[in-house]
């Protein structure tokens, strides 16, 4: 809608007498509008504006309520990763959110068994190698037919192989590109078509801070995690305005990888990974899972291409 257009549906307002803001200026009739720097001309510029900002706010609301899925009681979320350490916290915030999660995992029945208990009955998880295309499909397909398109995707699946780049075969570098890059790709083209039909939704995926910042021993990874952010704005670009596409980016986040870390790492470099935190500390799955809930909600209706990055302050970018 042009401002002509605009301008248009102000002044064919029935609702607004605008001759009697207006003054007599000759026996003819009225002036369109009053005299610069005259009361008359005050009002008459505020009535105007008013109501233009009136239709704006209008037209801005039937917008909006066209691209909101109405409210469903059971809407459902897919998690990949999602039945341990920050994926199992993500699933159960979106439980706890009212959602019906699908928790996806690749080879941990133990976690998958466990988690399925702690999400309860409305719940499943499903095995499912999120690097193949196939496996995907199938798996997509199964959770459409079951319960409808989701409307939260979270792509947290991840793989690292660390080795010097001298070190790193074929197999590591497509093993973690193929579940990293390619397994939020193939995810995200599984799901964005029943996600559009339905009205739309939310997808977010797990990056890291690696992918912003090298580190050594670790072109696959890093390198994995830069491209994610990038598919996030493509995606976020293509997808809008019905699917709003962002990056979550966790920092040092306890979970049992993480203590892993810290306990190989050398000794004079752990008291570096701390006294490098503003906050002093490490973060929790919790706190990742506070993030998503406000990705994941209306709150963030207006924010998409973007990266959240809960690291208590250690990179500031």
Same mark, same amino acid.
């Given at each position: ?5 605009l ?19 000759? =026996?003819? @009739? #009225?002036?369109?509008?009053? *005299?610069? /720097?005259?009361?008359?001309?005050a009002?008459?510029? &505020? ?10 706010a ?28 920050i ?8 439980? =706890?959110? @009212? #959602?019906?999660?699908?928790? *996806?995992? /690749? ?7 466990? &988690? ?10 499903i ?15 199964r ?13 947290n ?25 390619s ?40 390198s994995?995690?830069?491209?994610l ?7 976020a ?17 306890d979970?049992?990888?993480m ?9 004079e ?26 990705l ?7 924010i ?12 500031m970018?």
């Open positions: 809608m042009t401002y002509v257009h301008v248009a549906r102000v002044i064919d307002r029935k609702e607004i007498d605008w001759k009697k803001f207006l003054p007599q200026t000759s =026996k003819e @009739g #009225y002036s369109p509008i009053g *005299l610069p /720097g005259t009361n008359t001309y009002t008459t510029e &505020a009535i105007f504006h008013a109501s233009l900002y009136d239709i704006l209008s037209e801005s609301l039937i917008k909006m309520n066209e691209h909101v899925p109405d409210a469903d009681p059971m809407k459902t979320a897919v998690v990949t990763g999602g039945t341990k350490g994926g199992l916290a993500l699933a159960k915030r979106l439980r =706890k959110m @009212g #959602y019906r999660v699908v928790a *996806l995992y /690749g080879h941990d029945q133990k976690s998958a068994d466990v &988690a399925s208990k702690e999400l309860g009955a409305e719940s499943t998880a095995q499912v190698d999120v690097s193949s295309p196939e496996e995907v499909s199938r798996v997509a397909n959770i459409i037919n079951e319960y409808g398109a989701p409307r939260i995707l979270v792509n699946a991840g793989r690292n192989i660390d080795k010097p780049l001298t070190e790193i075969s074929d197999s590591d570098w497509r093993a973690v590109l193929d579940t990293n890059l397994g939020p790709f193939y995810m995200a083209r599984s799901f964005a078509g029943p996600m559009l039909e339905a009205g739309g939704g939310s997808i977010i995926n797990i990056a890291a801070t690696t992918g912003i910042r090298p580190r050594f021993n670790g072109v696959n990874y890093c994995s995690k830069a491209g952010l990038h598919l996030t704005k493509c995606l670009l293509e997808l809008a305005p019905k699917i709003r596409v962002n990056s979550l980016i966790p920092g040092m986040i979970t049992e990888d203590r892993m870390r810290v306990q190989n790492a050398p000794a470099h752990r008291e570096s990974m701390f006294t490098s935190i503003p906050q002093e500390r490490i973060g929790t799955p919790e706190e990742m899972a506070d993030a998503l809930e406000f994941a909600g209306d709150e963030s209706r207006y998409t291409g973007q990266k959240l990055i809960v690291d208590g302050g250690q990179f970018w």
